[in-house]
């Protein structure tokens, strides 16, 4: 059964269940600045689960695409992934527990055609200090699911410590079996919602740690140890809690939020041991092994770190509101991942460059029809990742000749490692293969030092320079200050909504800009925006100051920077003119003057390029 079969199989599932098939949102969120990417199916999902009402009703389902930073460096273990598809279905207060774990049984043994007998569940301990129970109910619901099948469905509690004991049903604490935005309780925000979960893990049938080198030989087995023989496959959610501030309380209604891994269904119904063998990525490890000088068994982390990467690049260049390489944010991940895939390229001897478009084409071929935006953008896409390709290549080429003069150097230290690391981008472990080379060492550990003291360093640095780029706070530095919130309006009106701010710098002499756009302006939009601005500064008007929780702001359609996390409250600056036609409403944390009039005339004195994909306009009040 290949993916396109699962993918149609789900929905059709959900939509026989009375279910709404509805479209995968972008990758890059709307109306939020805590997340840079989607990482889930219920992160869009997230006003309806708290009560407002969803369009297409109370029960919905889709293929949400994904992509989660935290698992970049734990690409290459055969099972995780920075891209993937969560397969979900959610209920807004109608179905709970019981419907949804027959559901889900029901379509992993019947749909897709699992072994009941391979399948194992874990459920929440409770945690008497918040005043949540243990899950009993849905304890007693797997009995009966499994009870069907002829299957005893023993549960055990503490299986981290004591191992299986023959157990089908597994209690688990917060860190497993709990599941919220930002992870575990006492890890929530005041105002997140959250809940219990029941997971399904499917035995893999080997148990690794009987290899008498395995690192888990002598620990207890157990279905969320690191062993790999077990994978965890399906997570349904019981989201009926939000954190306030004196602890938890029940939600208005009961919610269902479920999902599940598009790449690991695939990868077991085709009977294989690794994701990256599924039908979602071997045409991509097939294209890598015909332009390299090895096969995927030889290399297998740098085929699945290229495989991962250039998929995930792909799919973020390629959203509707696609993120283009760059040093901050969201584009800082993008230019990761290529410049990682291409040095992996290097480990496996492929030669020339912009090989990377090469493997982006697999991607759009395998998915184009799932997300159309992909092969609609698909030219846009290789045009980026080869110019990042090539970039990062002359940025090698310099680091290469720095290193060169360390050759004489039985241990490279960790100063210079981090020289490397800091001038010309040099990970610390292409230091270390280039040295092994060699026969030298590498002093990580004063890598690692010097690596905090930079941070250290810059937040010394950032310590002392105002919020929103100002570098004091005088009365001409706090006109440029509003200024840029007439910039940024214009901007918007002249190219377009998908104008955001990327970085400003602000002195009492001149204001720098910067902003997300692909190509040099005219001269024609520059006049334009000009003109803007300063017809703005001549109506008089209004610039008002509204402190609001920062879910009403979100709601209410403010512009908001993704590269920054907001508190709970927020202010939001709105100018407006004398009929309450609003030009401009951002949250920003000021300060700024009480009216446009007090501004002066506004002109451009250069707009150039700032980064890949960044454009910096630099400005001056008369």
């Known amino acids: 059964m290949d993916s396109k079969e699962i993918r149609k199989k789900y929905l059709e599932f959900y939509r026989e269940k009375g279910h709404a098939v509805i479209p995968s949102s972008s990758l890059i969120p709307e109306k939020d600045s805590t997340l840079l990417f989607v990482n889930s199916g219920m992160f869009p999902l997230v006003p309806y689960l708290m009560g407002e009402t969803h369009p297409e009703g109370k029960r919905l389902c889709n293929a949400q695409k994904c992509f989660r930073t935290d698992d970049i460096e734990e690409v290459g273990d055969m099972r995780h992934t920075t891209f993937f598809e969560m397969l979900g279905n959610w209920s807004l207060g109608d179905y709970f527990k019981k419907e949804q774990l027959n559901w889900i049984f029901q379509f992993l043994t019947e749909k897709v055609g699992l072994s009941p007998e391979r399948l194992y569940v874990t459920v929440y301990r409770g945690n008497p200090e918040i005043g949540v129970e243990k899950d009993s109910e849905s304890v007693e619901i797997w009995k009966g699911i499994f009870g069907k099948e002829g299957i005893e469905a023993k549960d055990v509690d503490f299986a981290e410590r004591n191992g299986m004991q023959e157990g089908r049903i597994f209690y688990y604490p917060d860190g497993e079996n709990w599941w919220s935005r930002t992870g575990s309780p006492d890890k929530m925000p005041i105002g997140e919602i959250g809940g219990p979960d029941s997971e399904v893990f499917y035995d893999m049938g080997e148990d690794l740690r009987r290899h008498e080198n395995s690192p888990w030989k002598d620990s207890p087995c157990h279905i969320n140890c690191d062993c790999g023989r077990f994978i965890e496959i399906a997570n349904s959610v019981f989201i009926e809690f939000v954190k306030k501030e004196d602890g938890f309380h029940k939600l208005p209604q009961k919610n269902v939020d479920f999902g599940g891994g598009l790449e690991r269904l695939a990868m077991i119904a085709q009977g294989k041991e690794s994701v990256f063998e599924c039908d979602l990525f071997l045409p991509i490890i097939r294209k890598i092994e015909q332009i390299s000088s090895y096969k995927y068994r030889q290399k297998i982390r740098s085929f699945e770190v290229i495989a991962d990467h250039v998929k995930a690049a792909t799919f973020i260049i390629g959203d509707e509101k696609g993120v283009l390489p760059s040093n901050k944010g969201q584009g800082y991940f993008v230019r990761r991942l290529i410049r990682r895939a291409a040095r992996h390229g290097k480990q496996l001897e492929i030669a020339g460059g912009s090989w990377l478009s090469k493997v982006a084409k697999e991607v759009v071929e395998i998915y184009g029809e799932a997300y159309p935006e992909i092969k609609k953008n698909s030219s846009f896409v290789c045009e980026s990742i080869e110019k990042e390709e090539t970039l990062f290549y002359k940025t090698l080429e310099k680091g290469l000749k720095e290193f060169e003069k360390l050759k004489k150097e039985k241990v490279i230290t960790g100063q210079a490692a981090a020289f490397l690391y800091q001038t010309y981008g040099f990970p610390i472990e292409l230091t270390e293969e280039l040295a092994d080379e060699r026969g030298q060492a590498v002093?990580?550990?004063?890598?690692?030092?010097?690596?905090?003291?930079?941070?250290?360093?810059?937040?010394?640095?950032?310590?002392?320079?105002?919020?929103?780029?100002?570098?004091?706070?005088?009365?001409k530095t706090v006109k440029f200050h509003t200024a840029t919130h007439l910039l940024l309006a214009a901007l918007r009106?002249?190219?377009?909504?998908?104008?955001?701010q990327k970085g400003s710098n602000i002195t009492s002499e001149r204001l720098r800009f910067d902003f997300s756009y692909d190509r040099k302006l005219t001269k024609e939009e520059i006049e334009e925006v000009e003109k803007m601005v300063n017809k703005a500064i001549k109506k008089d008007m209004k610039v008002e100051k509204k402190e609001m929780p920062l879910k009403e702001a979100m709601d209410s359609g403010v512009l908001a920077s993704f590269e920054e996390k907001y508190p709970s409250r927020v202010l939001v600056y709105s100018i407006t003119d004398r009929k309450g036609n609003v030009f401009s409403n951002e949250i920003c944390s000021?300060?700024?003057?009480?009216?446009?009039?007090?501004?002066?005339?506004?002109?451009?004195?250069?707009e150039e390029a700032s980064s890949s994909g960044v454009r910096r306009i630099k400005a001056v009040l008369n």
């Open 443 to 475: 002093d990580k550990k004063a890598f690692y030092r010097e690596m905090e003291k930079h941070k250290d360093l810059s937040r010394e640095l950032s310590a002392g320079v105002f919020k929103s780029g100002l570098a004091d706070k005088e009365e």
């Open 590 to 606: 000021g300060p700024h003057v009480g009216k446009t009039s007090e501004l002066g005339a506004f002109k451009i004195t250069k």
């Open 493 to 500: 009106q002249v190219l377009g909504e998908s104008v955001i």
